[in-house]
């Protein structure tokens, strides 16, 4: 099961993506900001890092460059609903860049095409009728 690490400072923001993202089968972990998540990054070792761009602190930008140097291997998605930030894929520091408000679908096909199909939960789950 792929792990992802969700960083946001907005609760309402961290919990949609993580209901989302725990419906789709993956192991979800949160983090309120930049120095909680470096500190989660010591134990929990995830395989994709999602982070908001604007938060108190270190923005997301500055963290994702951190978790390069401290888990190289995984993924690093930006989301930001004040500017197209993409050009930080230039760098090497951002895998991907996500604008606000996101498209569901569209999240999860991206998080598991960075996954490249490996470690990723089974899909979500179905229910049969009676």
Do not use: C, Y
Not at 35 to 47: N, R, S, V
Request: net charge negative; charged share 25%; no cysteine.
């Amino acid at each position: 099961m792929a792990r992802i690490l969700i960083v946001d400072d907005e609760v309402h923001v961290v919990g949609a993506l993580r209901r989302l993202l725990r419906r789709e089968g993956f192991s979800i972990e949160v983090a309120l900001n930049g120095q909680e998540a470096i500190e989660k990054l010591a134990t929990f070792e995830a395989d994709v890092v999602i982070s908001d761009f604007r938060m108190r602190g270190m923005n997301g930008l500055e963290l994702l460059g951190q978790v390069l140097r401290i888990a190289p291997r995984a993924a690093r998605i930006l989301i930001s609903g004040h500017a197209d930030l993409s050009g930080g894929s230039e760098s090497g520091v951002i895998s991907h860049f996500i604008s606000k408000p996101w498209d569901d679908d569209r999240l999860v096909a991206d998080v598991r095409a960075l996954l490249g199909g490996q470690g990723q939960g089974p899909g979500p789950a179905t229910s049969s009728g009676p």
